[in-house]
């Protein structure tokens, strides 16, 4: 009997426990997009951790994914860089609802003797920002420029899923199925392009997206970073290019992503290639705390989570509001975004006013 009483009276004060907790506020972390650590507990509490509530009807994922290879790169001659950019928004049953595709293909030569001989100052433009210049139809003899074709393909997988698209109108070399819509358009091989769609759908996130909000992706790429071959240290060909993809409703920023890729390619005074060519490129996002901020430079927080605080301050903010973000010696002065974002901004800026034009 005297068990019996104890029992009864431990389940009582524990729903008495309980029901005291009915103020505590609780903190979602799954998909939050601020830097680790932020979230803190009082001291001496666990963290209070459950399920991010359902999103609001109609909120939608928004993705990007960014895919390079530096495959078709050869000694004494040049790193070749091929960069293909999606950016989604999906609902959360993995319906696309928008899609952009673009592309970045360039080159830093050098010769023999391990000598840059690039213009490291030029413009490096996306295939839709080339337009017709690309020069599918001028000296191809195709139909169609790439960006028309890149467009079939992105109008394509809206309405569908990943599953859907790749059992779709894609055949199993990759191009178009013959006698299909997407074949009257896309004479290019699609399969990379379809790859970086199904990794943009994995990356997508709640980040505030609506439906009937506009998608946008931009990015802007250098070659400024290469150095030629010297008997100390080996040249490097590098392509820096930063990337969003933004939803914009109303003048106002909805979602934000932003990431970054640093792809380098290593000879030496030769001319040879000393970078292994099959390896994978991983963007900063990817490369996570293996970029080496936090390890090397002593950094509070890594790249991504300063990318990805920035990203999140942006939301809910006009270009102007954006570019109006006061800074000093390059890095912002707001307190707020200071405490997590201590990188300079001015490429972050000029990235999302690029997306907003």
């Not at 990817?286 to 390890?295: N, R, S, T, V, W």
Request: hydrophobic fraction near 40%.
């Amino acid at each position: 009997m005297k068990k019996k009483f104890a029992f009864i009276l431990t389940i009582a004060m524990l729903l008495g426990l309980l029901s005291g907790c009915a103020g505590t506020t609780v903190v979602y972390y799954d998909e939050c997009t601020c830097p680790a650590g932020s979230h803190e507990t009082e001291p001496g509490k666990d963290d209070e951790t459950e399920a991010a509530p359902a999103p609001a009807e109609g909120a939608l994922k928004t993705g990007l994914a960014v895919l390079t290879s530096v495959a078709k790169s050869e000694s004494a001659k040049q790193a070749d860089y091929d960069v293909t950019l999606v950016a989604v928004t999906v609902d959360d049953k993995g319906v696309i609802q928008s899609c952009i595709i673009d592309s970045i293909g360039t080159q830093v030569t050098f010769d023999e003797k391990g000598t840059i001989t690039a213009d490291l100052s030029a413009d490096i433009l996306s295939k839709n920002e080339l337009g017709d210049a690309y020069g599918m139809k001028a000296y191809g003899g195709s139909k169609y420029e790439w960006y028309e074709q890149a467009a079939a393909l992105a109008d394509y997988a809206v309405g569908k899923t990943v599953d859907e698209l790749k059992n779709g109108a894609i055949d199993e070399s990759g191009k178009a199925k013959e006698g299909t819509d997407l074949a009257t358009t896309a004479s290019i091989y699609l399969g990379g392009y379809v790859s970086a769609i199904e990794a943009a759908v994995e990356n997508a996130k709640h980040l505030g997206a609506q439906g009937g909000d506009e998608l946008r992706l931009a990015a802007i790429s250098k070659i400024d970073g290469s150095v030629s071959a010297t008997a100390e240290k080996d040249g490097t060909a590098q392509l820096d290019c930063d990337v969003t993809a933004i939803t914009v409703n109303g003048g106002k920023i909805t979602s934000c992503y932003i990431d970054s890729l640093q792809a380098k390619v290593g000879f030496d005074t030769t001319g040879t290639i000393t970078t292994d060519l099959t390896a994978p490129v991983q963007t900063k996002n990817q490369l996570g705390e293996g970029y080496g901020m936090k390890a090397w430079g002593g950094a509070k927080y890594e790249w991504n989570e300063q990318a990805a605080a920035f990203a999140k301050y942006v939301t809910g903010k006009t270009a102007a509001e954006v570019a109006g973000i006061a800074v000093s010696e390059g890095k912002a002065t707001d307190a707020d975004l200071a405490s997590s974002v201590t990188i300079a901004i001015g490429g972050f800026q000029a990235l999302i006013d690029k997306a907003m034009r």
